[in-house]
């Protein structure tokens, strides 16, 4: 779990705000703008150092050796002709016997070999070293041989004999072999090892095992080698190209030696009320985690009844072997929790006390208790699984001792006898991070086997300085942990112990990385459900336009709205709008012409794009009011673009253009027409035909007027016209539903145009001088009060959205619309929100054809000038001073 730092501190949270696009977009703004190491297990340990204390006696007087300064004998020397022979007795004794040829200058001073007892003192006797030129000692099962002077010593043949007088270690009232055959070093010639024994000392559980380093496992293992038992002999060289080539044999005596039984025996017998037994459940769960629950009966004579405690251990979480999974999930240590009849401590989980107890019969105390664990289950690649389970001991004491245990082993799934591989082990260790070393004892154990499990029953008293421990191994079985569990173990084993500070680090971080996983899983799980709601209700959408008609088709319809966005931004970056002015509303050609003309005029600036595309196209509400209907799209797009100084040369643009990132921004763009027009395929302005009547569209000048029909191209009466365009932060709020419902033949959203038409004029008139853009377009009385025009120059505007919020009609019809829009004060200022009141009248009809247009020359369909002239500049027939349209009558300031 240390890997969920590495990956938090490469999440990045991306955040998509509004880029540059045609119009200004972007520049609108709102007014809410650590290293583990591996368990070990039974065959197999981590390579690490260990020592055994053992004494000897030696027959020579001069085996003490002074060597309290300079150079130590070595434990490593290089040797040939290697050969151990031992001799096993039924006694318990042995006689070993190794010869060897040492090469020339391993050591100085002289060299040190093990004895081949493991965690054992051996006493030890007639020792004899050849040559006689050679001092010898031994201490703590070593033998340490000394050179008779302080030079490099010569090639030389050396043999050592002696007599082991208990070659065994007593377990209770068992006796255990347990002895380590090694190398003089890794270089050395393979040794050669010739082991008999009497006929009626080992029993048949022995076993010889060949150690060797697993690189996959980063750990040490056993291979068992045959043994025969009809010669009472072994023999036994190890291969050349082995680098670890130590053999091991484990086994138990026939029969306890007179010496030892008579000692253990005594020893049992005084402490009738210092033993305790075990009864243990351990159920085996298919998630890895272990469920136990226990027994325990001791004396009420005992002395340490208020004071028995028990140690779970620091054992580490074996990594090497796991799963990428299981090595990112666990953390480095095993984990204990959900304790039961234990009292745990504050500050440590290192051990537990028991519970208050219950008397039982045979004046014994009861302690019943359970917990789980994790972490003592792992995989080991393709040779299927392991696990240890602990037999609860408690903590050393001369007053305690284990005398027996039932184990009870409950599997949640099937554990198959010929797959399973089982065995105890002992190790002579407090508070370790392994269960076990290389003195571990290791004792086979034959279970008696059920339909959901097995049992174990042990019935001879176990020393206190061993921690007992079962090592199941399972072929066939992986284990995958489940990161919810372990969040609440960890969590509940701290909840336990909060002084302690048990795996912190752990929860902190697995908390934070859940945090994250929740808020993506909630993140995933609300877009999923907005795409499908998305889905459904653009469904209905389709089904609801169906009704009015039978030959929409979105994909088309799409289509058009693609190639109407493209052809739009073309002409924005060209600077000139008039060809796509059939396209657009009145109010959407003003706002790009208008702009244009600012930008240039005002700013001295131009606006470039490259790269343009449409991603998406989504319909997200639509609306029938009066005679009209309209759709409104999100529409997200991707380009390049940046503004320049006009004077800027065309090479330098393209140049600053192919060097800049690209941009995404969303608009809403809202497309209307009549509500009773039916779609014509391929009939209409991209194919260069009238949509009204189909003939082919000539454009010999500036005209929106069909020379055939009449038809308007950009009214909406015949087709689809972009009649709106909202920034997305306003889209919500846009919507006014205090206004009072609308006279039947008044359709809101012309008068919205209508107003967004006019607004995009008084922007020009206030900021260009001499302007004549609204003198057609307003009542007398306020043609008057404009003042003079350029009096107070519009720097980068954008409308963000505007909606009707008032309409009347007395003696005349009135509407005002709210725009919400954002201008800097000066170049180069950030542009600030406002919220202005425009004001409008309709003091004679308007001509119901021009619909989203804007009233042209009868003649010919040509725009009117802007100049203060009486005929048009095309037919040169007469134009009318004030048009028949919505003017406008005044605009006040609500919002800063």
């Not at 105390?365 to 690649?381: A, D, P």
């Not at 008293?461 to 919810?484: C, F, G, H, W």
């Not at 209905?540 to 979105?554: A, G, P, R, T």
């Not at 609308?742 to 995009?760: C, G, S």
Request: net charge neutral.
């Amino acid at each position: 779990m240390r890997n969920i730092f590495t990956l938090l501190s490469l999440l990045v949270f991306w955040l998509n705000s509004l880029e540059a696009r045609p119009g200004m977009g972007n520049s609108y703004r709102s007014s809410s703008s650590s290293s583990s190491s591996s368990r070990s297990s039974y065959s197999s340990y981590k390579p690490s150092s260990s020592s055994s204390s053992s004494s000897s006696k030696s027959k020579d007087s001069s085996s003490s050796y002074s060597t309290s300064s300079g150079p130590e004998p070595t434990s490593y020397f290089e040797t040939k002709n290697h050969t151990i022979s031992i001799h096993f007795h039924e006694d318990g004794s042995a006689d070993v016997k190794e010869t060897f040829h040492v090469l020339k200058d391993q050591s100085k001073i002289g060299i040190r070999r093990p004895s081949i007892l493991i965690q054992k003192e051996a006493e030890i006797s007639d020792l004899v070293i050849l040559p006689e030129s050679i001092y010898s000692s031994h201490n703590a099962g070593t033998l340490t041989l000394f050179w008779s002077n302080n030079e490099q010593n010569p090639e030389m043949d050396i043999s050592v004999s002696y007599k082991i007088k208990e070659a065994f270690v007593p377990l209770g009232k068992l006796s255990l072999v347990n002895w380590r055959i090694t190398k003089t070093n890794h270089a050395s010639e393979p040794f050669q090892l010739d082991l008999r024994w009497d006929p009626n000392s080992f029993s048949k559980d022995l076993r010889i095992q060949k150690e060797v380093f697993n690189s996959s496992l980063l750990e040490y293992e056993r291979i068992s080698i045959p043994v025969s038992f009809e010669d009472f002999h072994f023999f036994y060289q190890t291969k050349e190209k082995d680098e670890s080539a130590d053999l091991i044999v484990i086994g138990m005596l026939n029969q306890i030696p007179n010496q030892s039984s008579e000692k253990n025996i005594s020893n049992h017998s005084n402490s009738h009320d210092s033993v305790y037994t075990l009864e243990e459940t351990v159920t085996l769960k298919a998630n890895g985690s272990h469920f136990y629950s226990s027994k325990i009966q001791i004396p009420n004579k005992n002395p340490n009844l208020d004071q028995l405690q028990f140690q779970l251990g620091l054992n580490r979480f074996h990594e090497s072997g796991e799963s990428t999974w299981n090595q990112f999930w666990m953390p480095a240590f095993q984990i204990s929790y959900g304790f039961e009849g234990l009292t745990t401590y504050f500050w440590h989980l290192f051990s537990v006390s028991l519970s208050e107890g219950s008397d039982g019969p045979n004046e014994k105390k009861n302690y019943q208790f359970s917990y789980h664990t994790l972490g003592e289950g792992s995989n080991r690649m393709e040779n299927g699984i392991e696990r240890w389970i602990r037999i609860t001991k408690l903590e050393r004491s001369e007053n305690l001792e284990l005398d027996s245990f039932s184990l009870r082993v409950l599997c949640e799934e099937t554990c198959e006898p010929n797959l399973t591989e089982l065995e105890l082990v002992f190790t002579a260790c407090d508070y370790c991070s392994d269960l076990l070393d290389k003195s571990s004892l290791f004792i086979p154990v034959q279970p008696k086997w059920e339909t959901d499990g097995f049992t174990i029953l042990w019935q001879n008293p176990l020393p206190s300085q061993y921690a007992v421990s079962l090592r199941m191994r399972e072929k066939n079985k992986e284990i995958t942990y489940n990161p919810l569990l372990i969040y609440y173990a960890v969590l509940n084993a701290f909840m336990h112990s909060p002084g302690s500070g048990n795996h912190t680090g752990y929860l902190f971080s697995i908390g934070i990385f859940f945090v994250l996983i929740g808020l993506t899983g909630l993140y995933v799980w609300k877009r999923k459900k907005k795409q499908k709601r998305e889905k459904q209700t653009f469904k209905s959408f389709v089904s609801e336009i169906k009704k009015f008609d039978v030959n929409f088709d979105f994909n088309l319809f799409k289509e058009k709205v693609t190639t109407i966005t493209e052809k739009t931004v073309l002409a924005w970056n060209n600077g000139d709008m008039e060809p796509v002015r059939n396209f657009l509303s009145a109010a959407v050609f003003q706002r790009f012409f208008i702009q244009l003309h600012l930008m240039k005029d005002v700013d001295g600036e131009v606006n470039r794009m490259k790269d343009f595309s449409v991603l998406s196209v989504q319909i997200i509400d639509f609306s029938i009011e009066s005679d009209y209907l309209t759709l409104h799209l999100k529409l997200k797009c991707k380009t390049k673009d940046n503004t320049f100084a006009k004077q800027t040369s065309e090479l330098d643009i393209q140049k600053n253009l192919d060097h800049i990132k690209f941009s995404t921004y969303e608009e809403i763009h809202s497309y209307t027409r009549k509500v009773n027009t039916v779609t014509k395929p391929k009939i209409d302005l991209i194919h260069d035909l009238c949509p009204s009547c189909g003939a082919s569209a000539k454009f010999s000048h500036s005209t929106n007027k069909c020379e055939y029909c009449g038809g308007i191209f950009n009214s909406g009466e015949a087709d689809w016209v972009l009649t709106e365009i909202t920034q997305t932060v306003e889209w919500d709020s846009a919507k006014n539903p205090k206004l009072k419902s609308l006279p039947e033949n008044v359709a809101k959203q012309i008068l919205e145009d209508r107003a967004t038409t006019i607004f995009w004029k008084w922007l020009h008139f206030q900021s260009i001088q001499g302007s004549q853009i609204l003198k057609r377009e307003s009542t007398n009385e306020t043609n008057s009060e404009l003042g003079e025009p350029g009096k107070e120059p519009m720097h980068s505007p954008v409308v963000g959205s505007c909606h009707l919020v008032k309409y009347e009609n007395h003696l005349v019809p009135e509407m005002t619309c709210e725009i919400r829009w954002s201008v800097a004060r000066k170049k180069g200022l950030v542009p600030e929100h406002r919220r202005s009141h425009i004001r409008l009248v309709l003091p004679k009809e308007r001509p119901k054809s021009i619909g989203f247009s804007e009233l042209s020359c009868e003649n010919c369909g040509a725009p009117l000038p802007e100049v203060d002239v009486n005929e048009c500049s095309y037919c040169r027939k007469p134009i009318p001073k004030v048009i028949s349209d919505w003017l406008f009558h005044s605009i006040k300031m609500v919002s800063l």
